[in-house]
């Protein structure tokens, strides 16, 4: 692919504008340049193009590829780092800047889906595993010819599928730490007691002073967990921000100078209970040292799947490996109601 062409792409792809043109404007720009590379015009057939979209998702892909590990860091904040890396390649990562004494155990994914396993490190490498992970996407390369769905709405559904996918991951090995773990994590006790939302406040503070000795903390989790939890009254009146917070964003968004971040949840089933995320708990992880390891391993691949119903859709398969450095240094709080 060539480098304008490229270029192109990923700013239609962002839904960024160019010195030249508006968003909208690049996008048109960036599809008539993907149907002249696949020698399609504006009189071309529906069979013609349909003929097309094989190659036309190739381009697409190799364009995706260049910018998701960057918009997934953006959207992982501090606490993660997140490397892309050859098919063929070793997934591991170097942590050798945080030190033995503070990675004396990692969390990744086994062999087995959905089993954590737990290993103390003995060097500054940690190696995570890697699956399979697919976003579906329902749109047809006819659609972005006549417009009715940009690549920038492409890309956002694509964008957020892995982002639900990774914080999943993230989520589980974080929950999943003590069992498997030689020793607990900050606070742990066994059985872990639970707290309700109203004594979360003095769970933290029990656990943020040690979570400070490795970076400066940050608290997730659900809009449940973090109801009730409020600063100290004092001369400085915490309460009158912690209302304009908990109006305006339904959370507080500072507790005691600590950052506070609500977890994306939704509901995934039709009986309103079962949420994509577990709302008690409520983690406290140090930034900076970027404990959490994403990787997105090889090609991005973009492949119909035509349906039993004869409906079609698009599937993005990416490789993706979560795990979790220094799982003895991070706090986990279970909030019961």
């Not at 270029?7 to 404007?25: T, V």
């Not at 190659?55 to 953006?74: C, S, T, Y």
């Not at 939302?197 to 029990?206: H, M, T, Y």
């Not at 994306?264 to 040292?289: C, H, I, Q, R």
Request: with cysteine; aromatic share 8%; glycine share 8%.
């Amino acid at each position: 692919m060539e480098k304008e062409f490229k270029l192109g792409l990923i700013s239609a792809l962002c839904g960024k504008p160019s010195a030249n043109f508006s968003a909208e404007d690049v996008n048109t720009a960036a599809v008539n340049a993907i149907m002249n590379e696949l020698g399609l015009t504006a009189e071309s057939s529906g069979r013609e193009i349909r003929a097309k979209e094989d190659a036309a998702f190739a381009l697409i892909e190799e364009a995706v590829d260049e910018i998701l590990p960057a918009k997934l860091q953006n959207v992982l904040g501090e606490y993660a780092e997140v490397r892309s890396f050859p098919r063929d390649a070793e997934v591991v990562f170097n942590i050798d800047k945080i030190g033995k004494n503070r990675a004396k155990l990692t969390i990744s994914k086994g062999a087995r889906g959905g089993i954590y396993r737990a290993a103390r490190l003995d060097s500054k490498y940690f190696g995570v595993s890697t699956h399979v992970e697919t976003v579906a996407v329902y749109v047809t390369l006819e659609e972005l010819i006549l417009g009715t769905v940009s690549l920038g709405e492409l890309f956002s559904n694509i964008l957020e599928g892995f982002e639900e996918i990774v914080y999943k991951e993230i989520f589980e090995a974080l929950a999943s730490g003590t069992p498997v773990a030689g020793y607990g994590r900050i606070g742990d006790s066994t059985p872990r007691s639970s707290v309700t939302p109203s004594g979360l406040g003095a769970a933290l503070d029990a656990v943020l002073p040690i979570v400070k000795q490795y970076g400066m903390p940050t608290i997730f989790g659900s809009a449940f967990a973090l109801s009730e939890l409020a600063n100290d009254g004092d001369a400085y009146h915490p309460e009158l921000e912690d209302s304009r917070d908990r109006r305006q964003y339904g959370v507080i968004r500072l507790y005691k100078g600590v950052r506070v971040v609500e977890l994306p949840n939704y509901l995934v089933d039709n009986s309103n209970e079962a949420w994509f995320f577990d709302t008690k708990y409520v983690f406290v992880m140090p930034s900076g040292v970027k404990p959490v390891k994403v990787a997105l391993k090889g090609d991005l691949t973009i492949v119909k799947n035509v349906q039993a119903t004869g409906s079609e859709k698009w599937e993005a398969h990416k490789l993706i490996g979560v795990g979790v450095a220094m799982a003895n240094n991070f706090a986990v709080i279970e909030v019961e109601d």
